[in-house]
């Protein structure tokens, strides 16, 4: 009823007596990231004085985190059954070369690059897959396996060449507006929403859960827990798929480099929306509010002037915090 | 109980099982008759085979040789599926459960009532399967105060419950085996898992129970197969002997003179 699986954790349940309160009335467990939002917001408000808290500003925000929150959304159902992708920056690189390569001459029109660049990114999401259920190995090196080998091959491929015009549709997915928002975060959005869907009210969503929790459990009753944990691996790989559009329309371009380093702040935003690293526990909404947390702090860091490598330094130790302190809740 | 037994009609029949790990003989020639109705409490040493039985049974490692008969008809259990669609249902000693769900999402793990038929992404009717879940705790009498609540903060005489009536949640259930059901349990838990034991045995369920502790094996049990060296050594009438008499049975004390 109401909820289903994804409040139904005890781990969920934030530790002191006002996030107890606050679990209770509104049966959310992602009460610390909200907090983190608002009092991130404050200093970062108070530090930059008024660019950073526009409307317009806000814009900027959500437009760069439309691309994590899809990544994110299939992170989420990945890291639920207890496992990690840390390929999907390469996996973006590899469809956005071939996909951009292939409109650039001509051989794919524009409508056909969507799912053209899903069906891609679903394979190669496959083949991760395929190494952690058939194969046996561990999601964490599987995944590093593919984040060289694809990225590598992204390399191969494009060489120092770049794609530099991309087709008006795939443009207008990156850039232009709906309703006020821009395109991208509203397919980010539903994406969002889908992913709700599958995973809070969904018997999958509930598998995936349960194989985060306890796989012999799982394996003991009629799911087909190989065939479900693969799955997650071809979402994921199809949503970096979609991220490549939204990406290569942002920058109406495609390079090699595309998508490096997206499965940094993919992970952080994940776990910091209150998924737990090693499964049974992760909720969507939590996901939405860690990508727009990380999406806030990189904008913020940008507007104090903060370089790339102090975010980068940044974002590394807050994984390790965000696990050290689900750890310590448990 | 020993002529109730010999006029119930064989449930299981297991005969001459054999299964060899390289060159250890897990089993040699076991045969146990579990009869319909009873509760047959199966003890023995370590490594004297009840848990390679228990895995021929179950699926989980098909025996080398031998034969199953259930009701008579020969049977092959080639994998827990199998076990299952057979009716035997196992409840294992480390509970397979998965902590973060409620009580019937366990009761319900990957056999979901559903109000929808889209395969995987059916969306569950909690509901429904909540009102069961509360009929099949009722019939074990069984009160898990919120099972809403996920199986990770029950104590273990719960999980225990939730377990076993994830087991026999089932209707065309034929057998219920436990393994070592109050293992690890305190005192209180432990009584209130015989007594749910007792409430099964009640409703006719025939039950196979391994067990490490003699005293709980006395109280549920209406007779006691003894393992030793992958072979039954002997089954015994639980009202007619002593404890000793399980003792040496198990040490191998004294041959196999009785009743087998």
Known sequence: MSAGVETTTEQDRPAGWLAAAWYKITGLPFLNTLIAIVLLYAIITFITGDTFNTPQNQITIMRAAAVFLILAVGQTLVMNTGGIDISTGSMVGVVACLIGTGMAAGWIPAILAIPAAILLGALLGAFNGFNVTVLGVPPLLATLGTFVAYRGFAQHYMGANMVSTMPDLIVGIGRNFFLGLPVAVWIALLVAAMGWFLLAKTTYGRWLTAIGSNPRAAEATRINVKAVVASTYVIQGALAGLAALVLMGRLASASSAMGEGLELHIIAAVVLGGTFLFGGRSTMVGTVLGVYLIGMLENGLIQTGAGFFIQRIILGLLIIAAVALQLRRR | ?260
């Not at chain 2, 037994?5 to 099982?17: D, K, N, S, T």
């Not at chain 2, 848990?51 to 080639?78: C, F, M, N, Y």
């Not at chain 2, 005192?187 to 034991?197: A, D, Q």
């Open chain 2, 1 to 260: 109980m020993q002529e109730a037994a010999a006029a119930a009609m064989p449930l299981v029949e297991m005969v001459g099982l054999e299964k060899r790990f390289g060159g250890v003989r897990a089993l040699n020639g076991a045969t146990l008759t579990i009869y319909e109705g009873e509760t047959l409490a199966l003890v023995g040493d370590n490594g004297a085979g009840k848990s390679t039985l228990v895995k021929a049974l179950s699926g989980v490692q098909p025996p080398d040789g031998g034969e199953i008969r259930l009701k008579g008809q020969p049977v092959t259990i080639p994998s827990t599926r199998d076990a299952g669609a057979l009716g035997i249902e196992v409840v294992y000693q480390d509970l397979a459960l998965a902590n973060s769900l409620d009580v019937p999402g366990n009761v319900f793990l990957g056999d979901e009532l559903t109000r929808t038929r889209w395969g995987w992404f059916s969306v569950p009717d909690d509901r429904r399967m909540l009102q069961e879940t509360e009929a099949t705790l009722e019939r074990l009498r069984i009160r898990i105060p919120d099972p809403r609540r996920p199986v990770g903060t029950l104590s273990g005489g719960q999980r225990q419950a939730v377990a076993i009536g994830r087991a026999i949640r089932k209707p065309d259930i034929t057998l219920l085996v436990l393994d070592e059901p109050t293992a690890a349990l305190g005192v209180e838990e432990v009584k209130k898992v015989l007594g749910l034991i007792g409430t099964l045995k009640s409703q006719g369920q025939s039950m196979l129970v391994i067990s490490h502790d003699l005293e709980h094996v006395f109280q549920i049990s209406d007779r006691i197969a003894v393992m030793r060296s992958g072979r039954v050594q002997g089954v015994v009438t639980t009202k007619d002997v002593t404890k000793t008499d399980v003792v040496r049975l198990i040490v191998g004390d004294i041959g196999t003179g009785v009743a087998a």
